[in-house]
């Protein structure tokens, strides 16, 4: 086995690169490559501001607090991070571990912030503790801290009528009433293996859900979850580090054992008497919870241990026997979402199913009767990497906006729909262009906020109307001279797009990248880049790629045909393209990663004897079944962060498509790398953090004994202390990236 720890090897030179190339160092410098980019927009409640998070000049990875003032048309700081806290932030172990389920682990400053109901103050979480900014003072003394203690104060929200502001510190719920800075806590007992308003490991990683906590909207109650992670198999986790090792004992649900057992209390902020709801003795999630805005009752969201059946529940305020409203079914699973919403005028639910084969959404009475469909058709209304489908909800005039994929899926665009008998005519599309569509709408649906970007234009923002029309930039964006990314716009490739059919005749979206100044009838080396994983989308007319941001521009402006494919199983195709894998991963979707490859190799541009692929997560897997089951199709292969075996993987996602080991043995025998690694003949390097506690460590060192035992020659690049986001910061970004196209270089 040849090693990488260190260093690169002797011909780090990257012998394809030429001038004007991007530099993989300049992916991690400031100004951002895409130019400005701001997080978490928001509209103030009243609509008359717009804030956001912005990185500084001289840090791209620290955020500071910025508002855009619609009348004025201007843009101010709010809140400088640096001035706030000043030395390098030191994380606790749970707020590290928070912010990789929320893949922010390399951000820095601000990372989150909430608005008070009334629109006059903002709550800022920084460096473990929590500040108020009040809008209605001088910036000077603006800034008051809410809490000042060794521990981190994290999920930090006001109330809803803006009283409180609550939080978790040391697993137990607490509040500051804002007025007085007078401390109130909440539940006790919290420590160990016991926790209170946290959202579990689980929940945080494949449930899309980082909180544990819901306040009633009349702030007279507070639902909570108390987790207790005692029934939770510990691991041992080596965290090694230029210091040393740790050994860290973590517990982690893996496939077919047990979970952390959840329950759900109520509690009374007048009388402090805690009211349990009974969800069942069965094994169960609790995926969701809402109030109604009434604040008399809580619908609860309870997903079954085989992800097959999602129950809507009613429970009083005093807690106790649920009432059962609807259910979600399906032989295969059911998707969790955040498209539920409470219509109180016409004391009806808006929510979204997949009942038809694609996701639209549906009017249900408070009582939980169908009254029928608002969308339907061969699309879907779906947002973006877990966000919600629908934008914005204007209830009297009874209308809809959403996100969908009835242009393409290729693309997302605004639309609006009716309420009222909205399936008797298509949806009026607010947004056409060719490309990719992000919408923040005001909270009175006046008005939003679109982020626009397709392959030859970086995001742009820009403010509308709610008929669409154009009011004012808040990034522009150019591409001219002074535009970051400039110096390297004569090497940009713009891809192209297409499909080939699978092996049962379904059409497959591809994009492909050819060599930047490519020569007509000259052969080049080319890499597919694949992911492959359930309900994801590599193929999308948009900047960058979703998974990698600048990973084609860097292979293709280097001399590398670059190519991706969305094979059966990905996502925005509706159901029965993504149920394909369901009882076995790693079967059609290296079917259709082949016949991409094929295709691809069949190409007068390509040279098919070099062709090499990279994934990283789910794509570290494909990376080594593809290598497995089709040894000598690839001269090469990079896996990053690879599951090997999934036994090793987390509960919740391996058995929605799995079943647990015990259901479906041989369907883990087939899913299992180890199943194909002595077939595997091909140039292989394996990347991997050393302390990643999402696919542990483990798959790696797994491995490695069976590829050794094969007598193969592959080399590992481990990263000692770095978690699943390996490649997100600076230094280890620079190093894999360098490091993958070296090995590449050389492959190839």
């Known amino acids: 086995m040849r090693s990488l720890v260190t260093g690169l090897t002797a011909s780090l030179c990257l012998a394809q690169a030429q001038a004007g190339d991007l530099p993989v160092e300049r992916l991690f410098d400031a100004p951002d490559l895409q130019g400005p980019s701001l997080r978490q927009m928001r509209f103030s409640p009243d609509g008359k501001l717009v804030s956001y998070l912005k990185a500084r000049d001289d840090a791209p990875t620290v955020f500071d607090l910025w508002a855009y003032d619609i009348a004025d048309d201007a843009h101010r700081r709010l809140v400088d991070s640096r001035a706030l806290a000043p030395a390098e932030e030191k994380l606790s172990a749970e707020e590290e571990a928070r912010r990789e389920r929320q893949r922010i682990a390399a951000l820095r400053g601000i990372v989150d912030y909430q608005w008070a109901p009334d629109s006059r103050s903002l709550l800022v979480p920084l460096a473990g503790d929590l500040y108020h900014y009040d809008l209605g003072k001088p910036p000077a ?14 999920d930090a929200k006001f109330s809803p009528r803006g009283r409180y502001v609550s939080f978790v510190r040391d697993q137990d719920l607490y509040a500051v009433e804002v007025a007085t800075g007078t401390e109130r806590r909440l539940t006790t007992g919290g420590g160990g293996a016991i926790s209170h308003g946290v959202a579990e490991f689980i929940a945080q990683e494949e449930m899309n859900r980082d909180t544990g906590y819901w306040w009633s909207p009349d702030e007279k109650h507070l639902a909570y979850a108390r987790v ?229 234009q970086p995001p742009r923002i820009s403010l509308h109307d709610a008929s669409g029309r154009h009011r004012a930039w808040l990034v522009e964006n150019r591409l001219d001279a002074s535009h970051p990314y400039a110096p390297y716009l004569d090497r940009h490739v713009l891809p192209e797009f297409g499909t080939i059919p699978a092996a049962d005749g379904t059409p497959l979206h591809y994009q492909l990248h050819r060599p930047a100044g490519h020569e007509a009838g000259k052969r080049y080396p080319a890499v597919v880049i694949v992911y492959g994983g359930p309900t994801v989308q590599t193929v999308q007319r948009r900047w960058g790629e979703r998974r990698g941001s600048q990973t084609a521009q860097l292979l293709a402006q280097r001399g590398y045909v670059v190519f991706a494919l969305d094979n059966r199983g990905s996502g925005g195709r509706g159901r029965k393209f993504t149920e394909a894998l369901h009882q076995r991963l790693g079967g059609v979707e290296v079917q259709d990663q082949l016949a991409g490859v094929a295709w691809l190799k069949s190409q007068p541009f390509v040279d098919p004897a070099r062709v090499g692929v990279y994934g990283w997560s789910y794509g570290g897997y494909m990376t080594l079944m593809l290598l497995g089951q089709s040894p000598g199709t690839f001269k090469a292969g990079v896996a990053g962060a690879p599951v090997t075996d999934y036994r090793l993987y987390d509960t919740h996602y391996t058995e929605r498509y799995l079943g647990t080991p015990q259901e479906n043995p041989e369907g883990y025998r087939l899913s299992n790398v180890l199943t194909y690694a002595g077939a595997i003949r091909d140039r292989l390097m394996i990347i991997h953090g050393m302390a990643d506690d999402n696919v542990l460590f483990t798959n790696t060192t797994l491995l490695i004994p069976a590829l050794v035992e094969s007598g193969l020659p592959f080399e590992v690049v481990p990263y000692p202390g770095s978690k699943h986001a390996a490649l997100s910061f600076r230094a280890t970004g620079i190093h894999g990236w360098k490091t993958i196209l070296d090995f590449f270089d050389r492959s190839l």
């Not at 003394?141 to 994290?154: H, P």
């Open 141 to 154: 003394q603006a800034v008051r801290r809410l809490t000042e203690t060794e521990a981190f104060e994290t």
């Open 228 to 456: 207790d992670e005692s029934p939770v198999a510990e691991i041992e986790r080596f965290e090694i580090d230029a210091g040393g090792v740790r050994v860290l004992k973590q517990r982690y649900p893996a496939t077919g054992e047990a979970n952390a057992k959840v329950t759900l209390a109520i509690l009374s902020l007048e009388s402090g008497a805690v009211a349990w709801c009974d969800l069942g003795e069965k094994d169960y999630y609790l995926a969701r919870a809402d109030w109604y805005p009434e604040s008399n009752r809580l619908l609860v969201q309870r997903q079954d241990r085989d992800q097959k059946r999602l129950d809507m529940l009613s429970f009083p305020v005093t807690g106790g026997a649920a009432r059962h409203l609807f259910s979600e079914r399906s032989d295969t699973w059911v998707d969790l979402h955040d498209d539920l919403y409470f219509l109180p005028e016409r004391q009806e639910i808006l929510w979204a199913s997949q009942r038809s084969g694609h996701n639209h959404l549906y009017l249900y009475d408070y009582g939980g009767v169908l009254k029928g469909p608002v969308t339907a058709g061969d699309w879907d209304v779906i947002g973006e990497w877990g966000a919600p489908a629908v934008r914005g909800i204007d209830e009297r005039r009874g209308k809809v906006w959403f996100m969908s994929t009835r242009k393409t899926p290729l693309e997302r665009q605004l639309e609006v729909a009716d309420l009222d008998d909205g399936t008797s005519r298509e949806p009026q599309a607010l947004t056409t262009a060719d490309g990719w569509h992000a919408v923040t709408m005001s909270p009175d649906t006046k008005r939003y906020l679109q982020i626009y970007h397709d392959p030859a």
